[in-house]
Nanobody
């Protein structure tokens, strides 16, 4: 069992940056592929990025490439999402998620993830 708690969301102007954090409970954090998703009002939850258990490999969806960076610190049980050059269309609730069973980090569907945080709101003003 893993509990995930996101933080770091807030209101930022277009072009600004935010760093989201997701703290995991338990001693088995390094066993999970970690992912970030987001959900805007009226839209489905969509994949943003994922990172391997060791942190050595990452994968991004197209809109995140070049602007967002996912990283993790297994000693701190924390995964991060650095978001730069934010746009109003990035406004959403951002969720972190943990995947116990996948072999590849290209895990982009919600059903593959076993545990979810409660989300943190990111609002980008124009």
């Amino acid at each position: 069992q893993v509990q995930l708690v996101e933080s770091g969301g807030g209101l930022v102007q277009a072009g600004g940056s935010l760093r989201l954090s997701c703290l995991a409970s338990g001693r088995t954090f390094s066993r999970y592929i970690m992912g970030w998703f987001r959900q805007a009002p009226g839209k489905e939850r969509e994949f943003v990025a994922s990172i391997s258990r060791s942190g050595g490999s990452t994968y991004y969806t197209d809109f995140a490439k070049g602007r967002f960076t996912i990283s993790r610190d297994n000693a701190k049980n924390t995964v991060y999402l650095q978001m730069n050059s934010l746009k109003p269309e990035d406004t959403a609730v951002y969720y972190c998620a943990a995947d116990a069973g996948s072999l590849s980090i290209i895990v982009t569907t919600t059903r593959n993830y076993d545990y979810w945080g409660q989300g943190t709101q990111v609002t980008v003003s124009s």
